[in-house]
């Protein structure tokens, strides 16, 4: 019997998400890459616990690096920060198909739109995937919306040149909490395990097919 994967190793690691064994060079390989892991996958955890040992760092060209942030303006909206991440995460757990990709463009093109906002001009460059331009409308219509609230509670007191921040912010985070691979959730649970307590952030049923 040969790897279903590669047909040219011994299959030696049972994979949850194939429902069988492949061997251990196509799990290292192609997990999170052609491999849609389940997130409580035991091999998964392992070589995330692997990654949070050896941060990543932003290679020159990425996006809105430029951008210099100040730190009282993520002290001062704080609150706001918090409420975009859980409506992320309350998106992501109604939307299976989501994976960090997804929500690094949404977030990237959202602050893109509020750059040009905040120089007064009105400009959207939507991201390529439904499932990104789905996100990209939702947190857009919650940031309206926080906009219009009044009272010493609301969010509207942020200007469109701190929003722009604040989506920077996050987009950062999000790039230092995934691992580049096109089918990682690694952002996506840091966000949702920052609300242990939504009943709406609740994980589906194991995905993990025993063998």
């Known amino acids: 019997m040969l790897c279903p994967i590669c047909e040219k190793r011994k299959p030696g690691r049972f994979c949850p998400a194939k429902g069988e064994k492949i061997c251990p060079v196509c799990c290292g390989t192609e997990r999170e890459v052609t491999i849609d892991c389940p997130v409580d996958c035991a091999y998964l955890l392992s070589a995330h616990r692997y990654e ?9 060209d990425t996006p809105l690096l430029e951008v210099r942030l100040t730190s009282d303006v993520v002290h001062t909206h704080q609150q706001l920060l ?32 509020y750059k040009t906002l905040a120089a007064g001009i009105v400009y959207e460059r939507l991201p390529a995937l439904p499932v990104q331009r789905e996100l990209y409308a939702t947190l857009s ?10 009272g010493p509670a609301s969010f509207g007191s942020a200007k469109d040149s701190e929003l722009f921040q604040l989506l920077v912010f996050l987009y950062r985070m999000g790039l230092l909490h995934t691992n580049g691979r096109p089918r990682a959730r690694r952002f996506m649970e840091y966000l949702r395990s920052q609300f242990p307590d939504a009943k709406e952030l609740q994980r589906e049923e194991s995905r993990i097919i025993l063998p």
């Open 52 to 60: 949070e040992q050896h941060p990543r760092t932003l290679s020159a």
């Open 141 to 150: 219509s919650f940031l309206v919306e926080s906009k219009q609230q009044k």
């Open 82 to 113: 918090s409420a975009i991440a859980f409506t992320i995460a309350r998106f992501c757990s109604k939307h299976q198909e989501a994976n960090d990709p997804d929500v690094l463009a949404a977030i990237q093109s959202l602050a893109e739109m």
